[in-house]
């Protein structure tokens, strides 16, 4: 529901990281990585960019998003392993307290420049 | 030509968020977000809670809602200081952020305060992502919700350290299964205490607000 901000943050991120003294740059690729717990709707998203980028120099620019899995960790038994269907029991032990390694990530991974 | 950024998006947030927090630990005051779908009763929980809370803990409340200060009204009532916040009059956002807390915090006397609870907008998607500086973050889910909410937003239960299951007066005239629905929440968050009440009746109230007292004796640090 808040993809335009999403968007925003991410065109900013990735204005700052051009260096500022290229002669008109263009973005061909922004490469995002995106927790598939992250309250995140990738076509939204996809939507978002396309509109708030116009006029910036990532007009145009394909947005390529890498699914990160939601994994955790056992407290109790430190047994690790990969979370579907939302079940955050531990396979192992079925007792312990968990802790989230990953699935959460909302990051601005690389862009690539056209040459 | 590939520039390497590695940055989190929600950095300018948590940035704020990491101050807030300075902010509250400076004043030594605990700080409870509290979230839930619309029509949970958060704010009828809220009120019922201040009356066993106040005088003996001194709280202010910040609520956040697209339109109208209905809830700070209520809110009012009780004797807390309450501060409304409107995202917009027409729409408006999904969630409180760190800046908006920070915004509002500032107007309060925060030194006076030994708990100031956060009665975030009503939504279990967004505010889950969005860090204020908390301490504590509690879901309310009501029994005439689904038992399985919290598998359908899971990211909500799982951010929780504690939840409330309210209404539940209301479960002789429901097909509401309460256990079902508390073994979803501990699916989803292993180990996650749950306050089971009536915000209406205040059947179930003081285990919850035995446990906010122990918190804000604690301060959380």
Known sequence: ?115 | MEINIQKRVLEANETMADKNRRLFKEKGVFVLNMMSSPGSGKTETLCKTLRRLMPEVVTGVIVGDICTRNDADRLETTGAAVVQINTDEFGGDCHLAAHLIEKSALTMDLAALDLLIVENIGNLVCPAEFDIGENAKVVVLSVTEGEDKPLKYPLMFQVADIAILNKIDLLPYLDFDAKEAVDNMKKVHPGLSVFELSAKTEEGMEPWVQWLKDSVAKKGY
């Open chain 1, 1 to 115: 529901m808040h993809e335009m901000g999403i968007a925003q943050q991410m065109i900013s991120i990735a204005l700052e990281a051009i260096p500022k003294d290229l002669p008109d740059p263009r973005v061909e690729r922004l490469n995002l990585r995106v927790g598939r717990m992250a309250a995140v709707v990738e076509d939204s998203l996809k939507f978002c960019f396309e509109i708030i980028s116009k006029d910036t120099c990532l007009e145009g620019a394909e947005l390529v998003i890498e699914t990160v899995p939601v994994k955790a960790r056992c407290r109790q038994c430190h047994h690790e392993w990969e979370v579907s269907d939302v079940v955050f029991t531990c396979p192992s032990c079925e007792k312990g307290e968990i802790e989230v390694l990953s699935g959460r990530e909302l990051e601005v991974a690389s862009l690539e420049l056209a040459d």
